[in-house]
């Protein structure tokens, strides 16, 4: 039986745990630097800036969605962002990755969202699979652009406005 549900403050060890096992299957987990407390404050403080929901297959926890609101300027309406969606392996192939896709895309209309995207590694054949199933399109002449460390502290110093 799967179970989709919101995940609450109490849930923030699990999350932490499960995004430390996305990060171990995207062979990035020397990247993660989250610890439970960002993932408190950050979700469930009086600032929220992410919501996520737990996948439960038979009352064992399988797997998260962790997403917020962008905004789209040219559709004049908010956009759900996935920022990542994780099905530990065991219970892949249960549908509980289609239960999370298809409650987000719930959230993303009851919220009039005009968009519902997400970003996927190019390697991720399964996953790109997946998503292609779903009907999801790829943008391939939209690329991502990222500043992070020494790079966005130095175009932060150039702010004199």
């Keep these: 039986m799967i179970e989709i ?7 923030v060890p699990l999350l932490l745990q ?12 020397h990247e993660v630097e989250a610890t439970e407390a960002d993932l408190l404050r950050d979700g469930f403080g009086p ?18 969605a962790l997403w917020f609101f962008n905004y789209s300027t ?7 962002y996935l920022e990542d969606l994780f099905v530990k392996p ?19 209309v009851e919220h009039r969202c005009g968009r519902f995207v997400w970003q996927v590694l190019d390697w991720n054949a399964p996953s790109i699979a997946f998503y292609e199933g779903l009907g999801a399109r790829r943008h391939p002449e939209w690329l991502t ?17």
Excluded: N, S, W
């Excluded at 499960?18 to 987990?29: C, P, Q």
């Excluded at 600032?47 to 998260?64: I, Q, S």
């Design 5 to 11: 549900r919101e995940a609450t403050a109490e849930d």
């Design 90 to 108: 065991a219970f892949r192939g249960r549908g509980l990755g289609k239960a999370l896709f298809a409650r987000l895309a719930r959230l993303a």
């Design 145 to 161: 652009m990222r500043l992070t460390g020494d790079p966005l502290a130095r175009l932060a110093a150039q702010d004199t406005a």
């Design 18 to 29: 499960l995004i430390r096992e996305l990060a171990d299957y995207e062979k990035l987990l």
């Design 47 to 64: 600032e929220r800036r992410f919501r996520a929901l737990v996948a439960l297959c038979d009352g064992v926890p399988a797997g998260f």
């Design 74 to 80: 040219f559709q004049g309406r908010a956009g759900l």
